[in-house]
């Protein structure tokens, strides 16, 4: 798919530059005709960002990073080239125009499948008020989660029928292979039919920073159904090391507060939002990877990192810790009182009881020194084998 020059120049121009990038959390102060600032690309304490408002560009005289709206996005958002485009269009409310004859064969599988998870979402969400969601109704009821969360998050339901999300999605001319392509749907080896990947469960939307739901988290209700959670597989448009859950819908504290709370699960995240922690994301049921860091360091400059304290989540805190540190992010570690998770120790606790839970944060190095001393016995030897663990990571 290929956008004509006339279309690309009419939507650089109607975009606001100054108020882009003000709105990705980047402080701007008039300077005569310009705007300055702390330049977003590189670490800098005098500002050498630029903004000319009249010509819609931008210039950092100490790394030389310089573009308009277009290529801000591109390498602020890390948006493709296209992704720019229509994000910039859709801001200004100017139709998409293509070349004619230009291809938009790729595009428009991209596009379908997107259809399809966003009319998956829509259709678990209605679900939820439905006959169908009671159940689901009770578990976030017992779990005092307000309905303005389920709002947030978009939550839903799907039914415990087989093909119930595959026939409602087919009468809504969804194709079989958008739905096997974004994982709504398997293969049954025995009988080679179709049918939900998702049934009976609370369904958590997995959104990208644009919004879109690329994929589903879905919790089983009932307690005899394995696995507790579920994720939808990897597809073109969903990798969990390349997806934070929450990141979306706290993306304007987060480039506000340059921060983010790292904790395990659905629920915690949406804990944490009710009581204004909203810059609490999670990963999708794995653990925190490189490709998620390079995320982070586009969003944030301050990592805090929630774990319980039982001696599981111990362990994933030292591996954390260990991640963390070779990254030019200040980072900090919390274990929380045996037996409790974010989820359970907000109910508890309360907003203020996590306010002090945060102020008594230990820095992820001091916590890492700590914790691999501590293993070994305490003497001179010991000591020395401590000292060996950490040289990779502290060197």
């Not at 009249?54 to 790394?63: A, D, N, Q, S, Y």
């Not at 914790?371 to 040289?391: A, C, D, F, H, V």
Request: charged letters at 25%; hydrophobic letters at 35%; proline letters at 4%.
């Amino acid at each position: 798919m290929q956008f004509s020059k006339s279309f690309i120049r009419k939507v650089a121009d109607a975009t606001n530059l100054v108020d882009l990038i003000s709105e990705h959390g980047i402080m701007l102060k008039r300077a005569g005709t310009n705007y300055k600032g702390l330049c977003p690309f590189h670490a800098e304490k005098t500002p050498s960002f630029s903004v000319n408002p009249v010509r819609g560009f931008f210039h950092c005289f100490g790394c030389n990073a310089s573009g308009d709206g277009i290529k801000f996005l591109i390498q602020y958002d890390r948006l493709s080239f296209t992704e720019a485009i229509e994000e910039l269009a859709k801001r200004a409310n100017i139709p998409l125009e293509f070349e004619s004859g230009s291809s938009r064969r790729k595009n428009h599988e991209e596009d379908s499948g997107l259809r399809c998870l966003r009319e998956a979402a829509t259709f678990y969400r209605k679900k939820l008020t439905s006959p169908a969601g009671e159940s689901a109704l009770r578990y976030l009821l017992q779990r005092s989660v307000p309905e303005s969360m389920w709002e947030l998050f978009q939550l839903g339901v799907s039914a415990d029928g087989w093909q119930d999300a595959l026939n409602h999605l087919q009468q809504n001319k969804i194709s079989v292979k958008d739905l096997l392509q974004t994982g709504l749907i398997k293969i049954s080896e025995k009988s080679g039919r179709h049918y939900d990947t998702f049934r009976g469960r609370l369904m958590f939307p997995i959104r990208d920073i644009r919004g879109r739901c690329i994929g589903f988290g879905a919790r089983s209700i009932k307690p005899e159904d394995k696995p507790k959670y579920l994720n939808s597989p990897e597809t073109l448009y969903y990798q969990k090391s390349h997806v934070l859950y929450g990141l979306y819908e706290g993306l304007s504290s987060i480039r506000k507060l340059r921060r983010l709370i790292f904790v395990e699960g659905y629920l915690d995240v949406m804990r944490l939002h009710e009581n204004g922690f909203t810059d609490a994301v999670a990963t999708c049921g794995t653990a925190l990877t490189p490709d998620h860091l390079k995320i982070v360091r586009r969003y944030a400059d301050t990592v805090i990192l929630l774990f319980d304290g039982d001696t599981a989540g111990k362990n994933a805190a030292l591996r954390h810790a260990h991640l963390l540190l070779p990254h030019a992010l200040e980072s900090y570690i919390i274990t929380l009182p045996e037996g409790d998770d974010p989820d359970t120790f907000l109910l508890k606790q309360g907003k203020a009881g996590f306010e002090e839970l945060l102020e008594r944060k230990t820095p992820a190095i001091d916590y890492l020194v700590q914790q691999t001393i501590n293993k070994y016995p305490n003497s001179i030897q010991g000591r020395m084998q401590g000292l060996e663990e950490l040289l990779p990571t502290v060197r």
